[in-house]
């Protein structure tokens, strides 16, 4: 048996959490593999709307294990907030959510890090979600992470406290008023305390070594689907650096923030939007600025899960899209969203990209810096309401033309389009 891996294409947002809902009771595991409460994975069905930040998009499936793996990093406090959503809702946590010990902790000073360097900036600023995210992973590798296995031992408060003198000094150095400052309405003093009460919380749940534990899962026949965080356009080797995360949102991160082997990896499933989005500053050669782009907007309510920012919005970018597949080594595609392209007549598909005067059908290290300008293949539109169709032979036949189109262009097959927000609202070709 071999671990399945679902993962974004794009700048993310492309709906991962719904198609990871989906595929759900075909798995017996869902791993989040890396990234933090950055993410906002969206899940809706039977009239209800969750959004999880850190929690794997398993876990409405009672019969489903979730873990969350050693490559993400969590904020106790956001984690037991969206775990006192479920809770509300009487989604049962206890018994199927694992957490692995060597998983890093996002600390409150972590965020107003992420909070002093995006000042810092100015004009240059990533559009950080100001979660804690990139110093977190920082620390991480310079080897001064606090991680959770570290919430059990005895010496955790004093490495706490030394690590959290390390940013104030730092925020001192930016001249930062960290005092002030507030963090989801809250002060510093008043965050460490629900902090440390929801650490206190952690401790209650199943607190694993995940590299063993997946492994003897896959050895033992288990179905193991694997759940990316960001996409693969934001990794921070390959993505539009340095408007990337601090994590390898690309498969490869899979090996690292679980613990596989490669090959011990088996279906790629890579999700990207019919049309393209992005959130904050950086590069996105097939942006609209105009009434196009304004009404794939408003069409997709494309507005931040995480951050309610108004997400940047543009034509699909088939470019950009086979870099992905290639990086990623994509054996199967999911189309989301194509229900936002329905009032338009014809649609744009950007097929390649000029820079200073040159062609180009590749995404250079020069995208990341200068301004690439993308050219266009417009294909005819189905002009119809196709929120409802849920069989391949309800197709209109220029939907269809269109998911074929990307199959040639790609080279990969899609498997599934989603329709709608709703878990039923999926086409299975």
């Known amino acids: 048996m071999k671990a399945d891996i679902l993962l974004g294409l794009q700048w993310g947002d492309e709906g991962k959490g719904k198609l990871v809902d989906v595929l759900t009771p075909n798995y017996d595991i869902i791993a989040r593999f890396q990234g933090g409460p950055n993410a906002g994975h969206t899940i809706e069905f039977d009239g209800k709307k969750f959004v999880l930040h850190t929690i794997p998009s398993g876990i409405f499936n009672p019969k489903t294990i979730n873990v969350v793996g050693n490559g993400v990093i969590i904020d106790p406090y956001i984690f037991c907030k969206e775990l006192k959503n479920l809770r509300d809702s009487n989604i049962k946590v206890e018994e199927n959510l694992l957490v692995a010990k060597k998983a890093h902790l996002i600390l409150p000073t972590h965020r107003l890090l992420d909070a002093a360097y995006e000042m810092a900036k100015g004009k240059e600023k990533i559009g950080s979600t100001l979660k804690g995210i990139g110093p977190t992973y920082t620390d991480k590798t310079a080897r001064l992470g606090l991680r959770v296995g570290n919430i059990l031992r005895k010496d955790f408060l004093v490495k706490y406290n030394e690590l959290k003198e390390r940013h104030i000094k730092i925020l001192k150095s930016y001249q930062f008023d960290y005092l002030k400052h507030e963090l989801d309405g809250l002060n510093l003093s008043a965050?460490?305390?629900?902090?440390?009460?929801?650490?206190?919380?952690?401790?209650?749940?199943?607190?694993?070594?995940?590299e063993y534990y997946i492994n003897a899962c896959i050895n033992s026949g288990k179905r193991v689907l694997a759940e990316g965080a960001q996409g693969t356009m934001l990794d921070i080797d390959f993505g539009t650096y340095p408007f990337v995360t601090s994590s390898n949102t690309v498969a490869a991160g899979v090996c690292t923030g679980l613990g596989i082997a490669p090959h011990k990896v088996g279906e790629v499933y890579g999700i990207f939007k019919a049309y393209c989005t992005r959130v904050g500053s950086g590069p996105f050669p097939s942006e609209d600025v105009g009434e196009d782009g304004q009404k794939l907007r408003d069409d997709g309510n494309e507005y931040g899960s995480t951050t309610g920012r108004p997400?940047?919005?543009?034509?699909?970018?088939?470019?950009?899209?086979?870099?992905?597949?290639?990086?990623?080594?994509?054996?199967?595609?999911?189309?989301?969203?194509a229900d936002v392209l329905n009032s338009f007549a014809s649609i744009k598909v950007a097929t390649g990209y000029t820079l200073k005067g040159k062609k180009l059908d590749y995404f250079p290290f020069e995208g990341s810096y200068d301004k690439l300008e993308a050219e266009y293949e417009l294909l005819e539109g189905w002009h119809t309401d196709i929120s409802k169709v849920v069989n391949f032979g309800d197709m209109p036949e220029k939907l269809l033309d269109y998911t074929r189109y990307i199959e040639r262009q790609t080279g990969v097959p899609v498997k599934i389009i989603s329709v709608g927000p709703d878990r039923k609202q999926v086409i299975h070709l």
């Open 311 to 337: 997400r940047r919005c543009g034509w699909l970018d088939l470019v950009a899209l086979k870099y992905a597949i290639m990086l990623d080594g994509v054996t199967q595609l999911l189309m989301t969203k």
């Open 191 to 210: 965050y460490e305390e629900k902090w440390f009460s929801a650490v206190e919380e952690i401790k209650t749940l199943k607190i694993i070594d995940c």
